[in-house]
């Protein structure tokens, strides 16, 4: 099935969600961070946007995420919202920004919904759930992240997967338990075997997005640069590229050095006033 341009798609809400975790109905999530990336997002099918602290990465070279700041998440969030305003978009809460001070916290929290989030995203459990749960009676909607915390990388010895010995996977089991009964609407797991997902969205009551998690979590997640295979340096084996995006701009940027090179472009009759 193909989506007309023109149609407007409904933004899903947090109660859909739920409903798609009832239905067994899988749940598409791609992180962005521009207008013009978000505005194709807008016209798809995918169903929400995750404005990611990656965007640190992707977006300005950083080696890890601790580089994002609440105003470059803001400006990401900002620049999503106006291209995709048919979308469910999450917001990522950066490093520290809702470890200092509850009212620090709130601050962060404020400043991304009213640049157009419809939620937020932290990462991890301990320390964070009387954070989460004031969050939501604040009206705000929280999305969790386990496994693999990216801001939490030094902590954790580099990029790896989690969860894989068993003291390891029961404590990611109890710790998504306390997020949902904590408020959160969903959960994202990254990096985390497979079977073990499994295990935790058939217990909880709410979504599980995956990203290197298996097929079994109530939905996905991949970043839109690296699905379009924009990246040639990154390959992890959780990632799909569904385009083979590098090589197709390249030779755009190639064919067009050559026209301007052999004055082919522009043409007199056809770009030219």
Known sequence: MTTSPNKKIRALTIHDFQSRKGEGSKLSMVT???????SILNESQVDCILVGDSGSMVMQGCATTL???????????QAVANGAPHKFIVSDLPFCSYRKSRARTM???????RAGAQAVKLEGAAGNLKTVRHVVDSGVPVMGHLGLTPQAIHS???????GRA????????REAQDLAEA??????????????????????????????????????????????????????????TFLNGFDLVREALNAFDNEVKKVTYPDLKEHCY
């Open 183 to 240: 408020g959160c609407f969903a959960l994202v797991l990254e990096c985390v075997p497979a079977d073990l997902a499994q295990v935790i969205t058939e217990r909880l009551s709410i979504p599980t997005i995956g990203i290197g998690a298996g097929p079994h979590t109530s939905g996905q997640v991949l970043v839109w640069h690296d699905l379009l295979g924009l990246s040639q340096s990154f390959r992890p084996k959780f990632l799909k």
């Open 32 to 38: 962005c961070y521009d207008y013009c990336s978000a």
């Open 156 to 162: 954790l010895g580099g990029f790896k997967v989690q």
């Open 67 to 77: 580089g994002a700041t609440v105003p470059m998440l803001v400006q990401f969030t």
């Open 166 to 173: 068993p003291e390891a996977a029961s404590r990611l089991l």
């Open 107 to 113: 601050d962060a929290v404020e400043a991304l919904m």
